[in-house]
């Protein structure tokens, strides 16, 4: 059967009915007066009419009523020059239900020849759904924590959301629609054409620029170093590239404040090794000389300067070690391993050798964790070692149990000892500081090493005291899983 019939009676272009129902999309043919002569049942629902409710009725009827004046122009215009096309290419496209109610649509025009002269098939599709989508990915990309930015293939701004404007200092309107190459410092404007072409034919999720030094230049002239991912998107209306720029002004202040941190602690390590202990081995073999060349017949008060002399000699040079390893402490150590806890606690209380009348008892979590062992080894080491020496009694009981926390491992160690007054609690972590120092050789330095290595690593430390008891007890946190920001 012809696709295209005519009815004698009454002049009506026909198509086969069903062969036209079974479009997807709505279809309806138009004369050149603008009038329906057919239209199948999927646009009589989109419309909300019923079936064969539309036909001979002028197509005006299915527009939005501000956009009908103008629409027999149109009609007269399409005749005039009859193409294969879409309809209103670049503008929103709206139809009007039998109810009154507007909803965005799509519509392909194609004129045909019938026996009753010039005819056109508009194919028309509700796009309500399409529309909602990118509603809510504009909704999306504008609420979004960093900057987002929209390009064309050709290089040209589509779009870009306050968070962007922001770290760019630029108006919307400023940036639609220009090139991207506004937002870099002119010396990479020449070379990222070709970067930008070579992304448009092999596109990708990727991160741009890794490993090198990436800024954007802001309106006023000056550079931003950025982070930017890139991520390429199909649209109905073409390839788009959505870019994520993030402003990492703060973190690169950071990283500098801590290299020129790092930069001193390198420089006083240096001095200390070097200019410091030669002297003090200097002063130590002239004593050991003047001791020589007196003999036994150097007097008791003489002798007794010398003895007093080496040991400050001694005390010096032990200040020394212990400046070096708090230097060395703020290092964390980008080698991890899986570590025993229980074998860890017991190779350092058999190291510490503590008296047979103290009690050691480790209890709670006691399997493996992923950590650096030095740095944890040292930390809990330095504890321990503290509640032991600074027993007051001959006796005493110390408890260490760990407890696992999300990430972290929680370490308690906990002595009966004469305790740490309240007032004392920041002061003991800071450098060179000791509640007493009775026999001349500690230095202040142990926890505040703890305090480096435990906060190089990620974790903090707190010391409680109980009211009215006695006893200290330290907690702190070490991760017990390897963590890629601390061990790179």
């Known amino acids: 059967m012809d696709m295209l019939t005519r009815n004698p009676d009454d002049t009506v272009l026909h198509l086969n009915s069903a062969l036209l129902n079974a479009f997807p999309t709505g279809v309806v043919v138009c004369n050149p007066a603008g009038m329906i002569m057919l239209a199948n049942a999927e646009l009589h629902r989109l419309f909300g009419y019923a079936d064969q409710a539309l036909i001979g009725k002028p197509i005006e009827i299915l527009l939005p009523m501000e956009h009908s004046p103008h629409h027999k122009a149109h009609i007269h215009a399409f005749f005039s020059n009859p193409t294969k096309r879409s309809m209103g290419t670049g503008r929103e496209l709206f139809g009007r239900r039998y109810d009154g109610t507007t909803f965005p649509v799509e519509i392909g025009l194609n004129p045909i020849d019938t026996p009753v002269g010039k005819q056109v098939i508009a194919t028309v599709t509700d796009i309500s759904n399409r529309r909602r989508l990118e509603h809510n990915f504009a909704k999306i990309v504008e609420a979004a924590p960093v900057g987002m930015l929209i390009v064309d293939v050709h290089g040209n701004i589509n779009h870009c959301n306050k968070q962007l404007l922001g770290i760019f200092g630029y108006q919307l309107d400023d940036l639609q629609g220009r090139p991207l190459e506004t937002l870099l410092p002119e010396r990479h404007r020449g070379k990222h054409h070709s970067y930008r072409n070579a992304y448009i034919e092999k596109p990708t ?97 003489v002798k007794n300067n010398l003895k007093r002399a080496h040991l400050r000699i001694k005390r010096m040079e032990k200040l020394i070690e212990d400046l070096l390893e708090y230097a060395r402490s703020g290092r964390q150590q980008s080698e991890t391993k899986t570590l025993d806890l229980k074998q860890t606690l017991d190779d350092i209380v058999q190291l510490l050798a503590p008296p047979a009348s103290f009690s050691i008892e480790i209890g709670g979590y006691l399997g493996e964790i992923q950590a650096s062992s030095i740095p944890l080894e040292t930390v809990l080491r330095n504890l321990i070692s503290n509640a032991l020496k600074h027993h007051d009694q001959n006796h005493g009981t110390l408890q260490i149990t760990i407890t696992p926390e999300d990430a972290y491992c929680i370490f308690d160690i906990q002595d009966d000892g004469p305790g740490i007054p309240t007032n004392a609690h920041e002061r003991i972590f800071k450098l060179f500081q000791t509640l007493s120092s009775e026999d001349g050789t500690r230095s202040g330095v142990g926890l505040a090493v703890c305090k480096r290595l435990v906060e190089a690593h990620g974790g903090k430390i707190e010391v409680h005291a109980q009211d009215n008891q006695r006893g200290t007890r330290f907690r702190f946190w070490w991760p017990r899983f390897s963590r890629r920001e601390l061990n790179v």
């Open 205 to 301: 999720v990727r991160a741009m620029g890794i490993e090198r030094d990436l800024t954007g230049l802001h309106k006023n002239g000056t550079e931003v170093p950025v982070e930017i991912g890139l991520n390429p998107i199909e649209t109905a209306e073409g390839n788009y590239i959505v870019a994520t720029i993030t402003d990492i002004t703060q973190r690169k202040k950071s990283e500098l404040k801590l290299k020129q941190v790092n930069a001193d602690l390198d420089e006083f390590t240096y001095v200390a090794s070097h200019d410091l202990k030669s002297p003090l081995r200097g002063i130590e073999s002239l004593l050991e000389w003047i001791e020589e060349d007196l003999g036994e017949t150097a007097a008791d008060t």
